[in-house]
Nanobody
Framework: VQLVQSGAELRNPGTSVKISCKTS????????IAWVRQVPGQGLEWMGR????????RYARKFQDRVTFTVDTSTNTAYVELNNLRSDDTAVYYC??????WGQGTLVNVSS
């Protein structure tokens, strides 16, 4: 099983970022993909999850107005898009096939 994420991103406040998570080595629709982030110096923070089979989503209340999870079942890839970025969104973002397999993380740096 592999989850490979897209590279680091630098964004200005108020903009958006979209991170990809390409999976392989298992049947993509058989398990959720969850997204978790880690702000520097803090613990892991669950953002939510998506079911690739029916595209059903569940978002953590903190993010539900700004985040969108999608999947492309033709490429076995999951995406997270976070809008209206703030400086406190600076973090490493991880996708996970809960919670045994993890992507390598994507650093998003929000700075003016």
């Amino acid at each position: 099983v592999q989850l490979v994420q897209s590279g680091a991103e630098l964004r200005n406040p108020g903009t958006s970022v979209k991170i990809s998570c390409k999976t392989s080595g298992y049947t993509f629709i058989n398990d959720y993909i969850a997204w978790v982030r880690q702000v520097p110096g803090q613990g892991l923070e669950w953002m939510g999850r998506i079911d690739p089979e029916d595209h059903g989503t569940r978002y953590a209340r903190k993010f539900q107005d700004r985040v969108t999870f999608t999947v492309d079942t033709s490429t076995n890839t999951a995406y997270v898009e976070l809008n209206n970025l703030r400086s406190d969104d600076t973090a490493v973002y991880y996708c996970t096939r809960p919670y045994r397999w993890w992507g390598q993380g994507t650093l998003v740096n929000v700075s003016s």
